[in-house]
Nanobody, 122 residues
Framework: QVQLVESGGGLVQAGGSLRLSCAAS????????MAWFRQAPGKDREFVAA????????YYADSVKGRFTISRNNAKNTMYLQMDNLKPEDTAVYYC???????????????WGQGTQVTVSS
């Protein structure tokens, strides 16, 4: 079993930045494929970004490409999402997800965190 705990959410003005973290435990972190998803009120959960076990390959949704950067530190069992130039439409609960293996970077994933709220004011 894998436990995932997100942190770093908050309230920020449009154009600002936030850095989310996802701390993992319960499994060898360096062997996990990881990703970030988000869910806005009244909308389905959507894929944001994914990263391979080594960190060498990353994937992004078109809506965040060029503004968000996913990364991981396997020595610290932690994944990150650096979010720059935030927009009001980025407001959502952000979830980290993990899987032993995925055929598609958008999932499905086996393990999920509890989420962290990101609110971007205009």
């Amino acid at each position: 079993q894998v436990q995932l705990v997100e942190s770093g959410g908050g309230l920020v003005q449009a154009g600002g930045s936030l850095r989310l973290s996802c701390a993992a435990s319960g499994r060898t972190f360096s062997k996990l494929a990881m990703a970030w998803f988000r869910q806005a009120p009244g909308k389905d959960r959507e894929f944001v970004a994914a990263i391979s076990w080594s960190g060498g390959t990353t994937y992004y949704a078109d809506s965040v490409k060029g503004r968000f950067t996913i990364s991981r530190n396997n020595a610290k069992n932690t994944m990150y999402l650096q979010m720059d130039n935030l927009k009001p439409e980025d407001t959502a609960v952000y979830y980290c997800a993990a899987a032993d293996r995925v055929a598609d970077p958008e999932g499905p994933y086996d393990y999920w965190g509890q989420g962290t709220q990101v609110t971007v004011s205009s």
